[in-house]
């Protein structure tokens, strides 16, 4: 079966570096995308990996590696709005998303 | 700015009742999802759309069924609400479905069927 495994919460601090693993086993790869979600809102589009390597955009990074089913996001000075759940999506051979349970990040001062 | 909107943030049903629940996008977009969301569970797709008039099940369509009849606008239709679909309902539209095609997402809707 297809499957997203991310952790289900983390807790950082406010200022310092935090990286939310995703493992994937999916029948096919067509890239892997990365979303926030603040409570009780939509979730909104972060990054876009299809190659392996590193993907930077200002304070958030994604990596991923294709022959370990792996990816990772990285947020950088963390800021209080960064508190919000992180979804790890990974597009199929049939090009259909499948998503992960999210990763609740919790920022503390 | 894509623009996804639902026509109800929260929705309060009965066991029994006909729910209709709508999506429009203002981007011209081809395709358009219905998922549902519920803790500790990630987003199951429920139908999709590639084209007007066309639908697509997912993973979860018992239950539910749709109508697209226009381009911008995609619904979801309970035939008969039971307590198990109370959820958090998302509207999400795309201009493609291969490679970098994000999806765009309403601001959903929150049913709660008693």
């Known amino acids: 079966g297809q499957n997203i495994d991310q952790p289900t919460e983390m807790t950082a601090t406010e200022g310092a570096i935090v990286q939310i693993n995703c493992t994937y086993q999916?029948?096919?790869?067509?890239?892997l995308f990365w979303y926030q979600q603040h409570a009780g809102e939509a979730p909104t589009f972060l990054s876009y990996?299809?190659l392996d390597g590193l993907e930077e955009k200002g304070r958030f990074s994604s990596f991923l590696s294709r022959s370990k089913g792996y990816s990772y996001l990285l947020l950088k000075e963390l800021q209080m709005k960064d508190s919000a759940s992180y979804l790890c999506a990974v597009m199929d051979s049939n090009y259909q998303l499948i998503w992960g349970a999210g990763t609740k990040l919790i920022i503390k001062p | 700015d894509v623009k996804v909107t639902q026509s109800s943030r929260y929705l309060v049903k009965r066991t029994g009742e006909k729910v209709f629940l709508e999506c429009v996008q203002d981007?011209?977009?081809?395709?358009m999802f219905w998922y549902r969301q519920d803790p500790g569970l990630g987003l199951r797709l429920i139908y999709f759309s590639y084209d007007v008039k066309m639908k697509e099940k997912g993973d979860i369509p018992e239950g539910y069924s749709v109508s697209r009849e226009k381009k911008e606008r995609f619904s979801l239709i309970l035939e008969s609400a039971s307590t198990n679909q109370t959820s958090m309902y998302l509207c999400?539209?795309?201009?493609?479905?291969?490679?970098?095609?994000?999806?765009?997402f309403g601001p959903g809707t929150r049913l709660t069927v008693l």
């Open positions: 999400a539209s795309s201009f493609g479905t291969e490679g970098y095609n994000e999806q765009f």
């Open positions: 999916t029948s096919g790869f067509n890239g």
């Open positions: 990996n299809v």
């Open positions: 981007m011209d977009h081809e395709n």
